[in-house]
């Protein structure tokens, strides 16, 4: 996956997803939790690649590329369409479990936009490895483009 925004910080960094060139910064209303960012060649509901937090304690940066495993899915509907998270961990590295990061992800994603127009998030349910394994499957973009 490719890290758009580093953990503890405040600024959104957008990339071009295809050819991931820096295109500009905005400063939301919450630090981000976890590493975060996109998993290129994917194609989510809402036109973009799908979003994902990288669950680790490494200090990642943002214009990284991270082999990880996806291990849980985040429901969410931004302005009310779909926009889940996919959640991961670094190859190889241990995985706290859901629960253990739900009151952290539901709080983020209530505080990062709040009170921004057009910017209202819906936190669903947090599901298991098998439900991000699908919703990546379905959200996979053929070599045909």
């Given at each position: ?6 953990a503890?910080?405040?600024?959104k960094?957008?990339?071009?997803e295809?050819?991931?060139?820096f ?26 690649c ?18 990880c495993?996806?291990v ?6 931004e302005?009310?369409?779909v926009d889940?998270?996919v959640v ?8 706290p479990g ?6 952290a992800?539901?709080?983020?994603a ?16 947090f599901?298991p ?17």
């Amino acid at each position: 996956m490719f890290i758009e925004n580093e953990a503890g910080s405040d600024l959104k960094h957008h990339h071009d997803e295809e050819t991931l060139a820096f295109l500009r910064t905005e400063q939301v209303r919450a630090p981000y939790p976890f590493p975060y960012g996109f998993i290129p060649g994917t194609l989510a509901p809402d036109g973009d690649c799908v979003d994902c937090f990288v669950v680790t304690g490494l200090p990642l940066s943002t214009g990284e590329l991270v082999d990880c495993e996806p291990v849980g899915l985040m429901e969410q509907t931004e302005a009310g369409f779909v926009d889940h998270n996919v959640v991961a961990v670094p190859v190889g590295e241990a995985w706290p479990g859901m629960q253990a990061l739900r009151p952290a992800l539901t709080r983020f994603a209530k505080e990062v936009f709040a009170g921004m127009p057009g910017r209202e998030v819906v936190v669903g349910r947090f599901l298991p490895r098998q439900a991000a394994l699908a919703y990546l499957k379905a959200c996979a973009c053929s070599a045909e483009g």
